[in-house]
Structures are given as C-alpha cells and as structure tokens.
C-alpha cells in the first residue's frame, strides 16, 4: 500500500506571495491533518479534515487555511506568506478521527519565505 | 505554551545498552500519549503509545512507562542499535475523536556503535 505522498517537496517563495501545498492519504484513510515542524517549536497542529469538514483546528492565523476532496486528498493554502511561515509542512493520514487511529505521515513539504 | 516538553535535545548511547528518552506534560486532560522516530527527510513513523489507563506498554525492545501524577513518560530501547539512531517525538492527546495531537521538541537519539 503506498504511503502519505505530499508535493511539491521543495517550495521557495516571497513574503506576500501564496502557496497551496497538495497530501494525498492511504488509501482508505479518511482523516487528514496538517502540521507545522520549526525548529523551535517543534511539530504544531494546523487542522484536521475529515470527509471533506473541517473537524478540528490550531492555533494559527486565519491565513492558512485547507480543504479537503471527496477522495480525502487535502490542500493547505498560506496566503500573504511571511518570513516566520518558513517550516517543515507534514501531513498525516489516519483511517478514523481519533487519536487512537494511527496516523501516519509523510515526508513533508520544506517551504523556505525568502 | 508547550504542553509536552522534551528537555533533553541530544542523547548519545552505546549500541547494546539502554536509551531512555523522556517527555513530560503540563495538561492534565491528556490521556493518550505516543512516541514517534523521525529519520532525516522522511516523515514521523509511529512507535508505541499508551493510554492514561496503564502505566507501562511494551512492544519488542520499546517500552513506554507513564507516571500519570508526575506528568512524566519516558521511553526505554532495550538493547539500543546503530539503527535507532534519529529524532524521536513524544506526543499527546486529550479528546477522543481528535487527531489533535500535541507534540514535544524532540530528542536526538544517538547509538554510537
């Protein structure tokens, strides 16, 4: 069974610029969530989507944002891009909503704000 | 405001002998918790995790012990090896039906051969 694939691996962009980064889960899985990996912070919750709604979501700000296609495959968006944006973005997939359901990840999207 | 902290960044460790890795919390609603290994350009794989309703879960050379009025959990790798070196991640959940989960920094694990 393939794993979690996200592209484009590698993103540069400016500040004020947007990004849209792509996940698609196992198949299967139903739950998508996103994270957001800085060295300082380590790995933070962006939002989770399941059967296209979003469920759940962090603490950040209204410029990210995502969605989710009937077929689970997900999208982040980050518009007016700032310098602090620049991370590791990962993405998980899980069959379930809980905590429980394993989620498996992969292998993230490095986006560098120059 | 980091709930789960991992305090310790690095840790080194003779390949055969015992690496304990340890995490601890502030939220006292968590009650799953997990441990994931991160190898260098690849995502988190899952490890083993525990439910607040035990204290200890073991799977091959991995244990977890959890210390539910310490808010503390550690990891045991019993006998550690080459392979294990990499980044591991404690993490925690409070609400089920949540893939919210709550990760600490991470610890840089090292086996030296």
């Known amino acids: 069974k393939a794993g979690v694939t996200q592209t484009p691996r590698y993103l540069i962009k400016t500040r004020g610029q947007q990004v849209t980064l792509s996940c698609s889960p196992i198949s299967g899985h139903r739950s998508v969530s996103w994270y957001q990996q800085t060295p300082g912070q380590g790995l933070q919750f962006l939002f989770e989507?399941?059967?296209?709604?979003q469920r759940n979501k962090g603490n950040f700000p209204g410029r990210f944002s995502g969605r989710q296609f009937s077929n689970s495959r997900s999208e982040m968006n980050v518009s007016t891009l700032e310098l602090g944006d620049s991370a590791l973005y990962l993405c998980?997939?899980?069959w379930g909503q809980g905590a429980r359901d394993t989620q498996y990840f992969g292998p993230g999207t490095r986006l560098t704000v120059l | 405001d980091q709930q789960v902290k991992q305090n310790s960044p690095s840790l080194s460790v003779q390949e055969g002998r015992i690496s304990i890795l340890n995490c601890d919390y502030t939220?006292?609603?968590?009650?799953?918790f997990l441990w994931y290994k991160k190898y260098p350009a690849e995502g988190p794989t899952f490890l083993i995790s525990i439910s607040s309703i035990k204290d200890k879960n073991e799977d091959g050379r991995f244990t977890v012990f959890l210390n539910k009025s310490a808010k503390h959990l550690s990891l045991h790798i019993v006998p550690s090896q080459p392979g294990d070196s990499a980044v591991y991640f404690c993490a925690a959940s409070g609400r089920t039906g949540a893939n919210n989960l709550f990760f600490g920094t991470g610890t840089r694990l090292t086996v030296i051969p």
């Open positions: 989507y399941f059967s296209e709604t």
């Open positions: 998980a997939s899980s």
């Open positions: 939220n006292s609603m968590f009650d799953y």
